[in-house]
């Protein structure tokens, strides 16, 4: 079975771009969850959601913004881009609506701003 | 906001050593996890282990919790060149309402062959 995938793998955009990184969930998993990683620290939280609604949000600017599909797949955009916005991406499908349990993270896509 | 954080930051050992990584917490549980990263890759899960659970085993892999001084520790026993990786805990808080998985800054294992 396939896991988590998301995409691109790697980009690179320059400051005030957007920018849409898309993930598909390990099939029968309806909840999504996005993190940034900077380099040399652990993953911060950035959006859960499940059924299509938004379940949990961190503490990011409103440059950044998700959504799910009927599919449960996910898309993660961030506008208006700055240099620390630079970071690997990643995303995480779960089985249940609340964020317990284990994740099962994608490879991530790793956003590079110049 | 972190709520966990590893102990070291880094640490480097001989293959066939173990290697002990610890992580406090500040605020109440309902469980921890720990997950391992391979250079800049995905996370991968490696043990879950609940509030009211004092010991899991998976393995190489030993976790103990302790609630009363918010604190984990993960063991790896005989350590291989391929346990080389980062190495992150997480606390889960669900029980205090929907709250994400937290994760702390991480500690970097080189096992050196």
């Known amino acids: 079975d396939a896991g988590v995938t998301q995409s691109p793998t790697h980009l690179i955009k320059t400051r005030g771009q957007h920018v849409t990184l898309r993930c598909s969930p390990i099939?029968?998993?309806?909840?999504v969850s996005w993190y940034q990683q900077v380099l040399g620290q652990g993953p911060q939280f950035i959006f859960q959601?499940?059924?299509?609604?938004?379940?949990g949000r961190g503490n990011f600017p409103d440059r950044f913004s998700a959504r799910q599909f009927p599919n449960y797949s996910s898309e993660l955009n961030v506008n208006a881009l700055l240099l620390g916005d630079s970071a690997l991406y990643l995303c995480?499908?779960?089985?249940?609506?609340?964020?317990?349990?284990?994740?099962?993270f994608g490879e991530g896509s790793r956003l590079t701003v110049l | 906001s972190q709520q966990g954080e590893e102990d070291p930051q880094a640490l480097s050992i001989q293959e066939g050593e173990n290697a002990t990584m610890n992580c406090s917490y500040k605020?109440?549980?309902?469980?921890l996890q720990w997950y391992r990263q391979n250079s800049g890759r995905g996370l991968v899960h490696l043990i879950l282990?609940?509030?009211?659970?004092r010991e899991k085993h998976s393995g190489r892999l030993r976790v103990t919790l302790d609630t009363s001084k918010k604190s984990s520790s993960l063991l790896i026993t005989a350590s291989r060149a391929a346990d080389t990786a980062s190495y992150f805990c997480?606390?889960?808080?669900?029980?205090?309402?929907?709250?994400?998985?937290?994760f702390g800054k991480g500690t970097r294992l080189s096992v050196i062959a």
């Open positions: 995480a499908s779960s089985l249940t609506s609340f964020i317990v349990g284990e994740l099962f």
């Open positions: 099939s029968g998993h309806k909840s």
């Open positions: 959601y499940y059924e299509k609604e938004e379940r």
């Open positions: 605020t109440s549980i309902n469980n």
């Open positions: 282990i609940r509030s009211n659970e």
């Open positions: 997480a606390t889960d808080r669900s029980h205090s309402g929907n709250t994400p998985l937290v």
